[in-house]
Each structure stands twice: as C-alpha cells, then as structure tokens.
C-alpha cells in the first residue's frame, strides 16, 4: 500500500458517508444475527450513541476529523470498555458483525484491507478476560 493511503485512510475508504454506512451496517447487524447476542447485551437498548460514537472514534483514527477526541478527550478505549466483559467469544461476535459490514459497505483494495488490519488488532486488544 502506497504511504498516502496509509496515512489517510479515512479519505481512501470514501470519508464520512462511508463510515456512517459502515457503522450503521454493523449495528443493525449487531441487533439482527443471534450469533451477536453475546456483544448486543452489552449495549443498551438504543444503539444511536454507540453508533455515533463508533463513527465519531473511526473518523479520527483514520485520519479524518477527530471528531471523538474533541467532544470526548482521548478514546482510551480499553479502559472505556474495561467494565464490560469481553473475551473471545464477545471479540468473535464483534469481529464477524464488522466483517460482514465491511463486506457489505467497503470495496475490496489496499485501504480496506489496511482498516481491516487495524480492526482485528483493537478488537483483540479490547480483550480484558480469557476465554
């Protein structure tokens, strides 16, 4: 992959709308397939604010806006999560919702498989218990 899409690959995935659609994609797939109940539990009954916020970390992660950062200070994701249980089962179901999203919303090349990279590695880091 060439520097520039690494270094940009919010712009090279097709920017705001193509998050938002990402993102929306994955959580109504979160609420649709029973194989995600394990990470759907976790989540409140609306999934506006997490949708928002997920597009709002992305966005910045990314290299576009940073738009989480600035409402939120500094993601710190694992410790955001840590009062959550999340393992390998929680990580699985996490990870097959957002591939299929991806699947669904992002054309195949360089910047897709890069995000997809960075995606499985925070979902494993989001671990905070074994099994």
């Given at each position: 992959?060439?520097?520039?899409?690494?270094?940009d690959?919010?712009?090279?995935?097709?920017?705001?709308?193509?998050?938002?659609?990402?993102?929306?994609?994955?959580?109504?797939?979160?609420?649709?397939?029973?194989?995600?109940?394990?990470?759907?539990?976790?989540?409140?009954?609306?999934?506006?604010?997490?949708?928002?916020?997920?597009?709002?970390?992305?966005?910045?992660?990314?290299?576009?806006?940073?738009?989480?950062?600035?409402k939120?200070?500094?993601?710190?994701m694992?410790?955001?999560?840590?009062?959550?249980?999340?393992?390998?089962?929680?990580?699985?179901?996490?990870?097959?919702?957002?591939?299929?999203?991806?699947?669904?919303?992002?054309?195949?090349?360089?910047?897709?498989?890069?995000?997809?990279?960075?995606?499985?590695?925070?979902?494993?880091?989001?671990?905070?218990?074994?099994?």
């Amino acid at each position: 992959m060439s520097e520039a899409v690494e270094t940009d690959l919010y712009g090279a995935l097709g920017g705001e709308a193509a998050l938002r659609q990402l993102v929306a994609r994955f959580y109504a797939l979160m609420d649709e397939l029973p194989e995600a109940y394990v990470i759907r539990k976790l989540h409140q009954d609306d999934l506006g604010s997490a949708r928002e916020k997920l597009f709002e970390y992305f966005s910045g992660w990314l290299g576009g806006p940073p738009l989480y950062e600035s409402k939120y200070g500094h993601p710190r994701m694992r410790a955001r999560h840590m009062p959550f249980a999340i393992g390998v089962a929680e990580r699985d179901a996490w990870l097959m919702c957002m591939a299929q999203a991806f699947d669904e919303t992002l054309p195949p090349g360089p910047a897709r498989d890069a995000f997809w990279e960075r995606v499985v590695a925070l979902a494993d880091w989001m671990r905070n218990r074994e099994g």
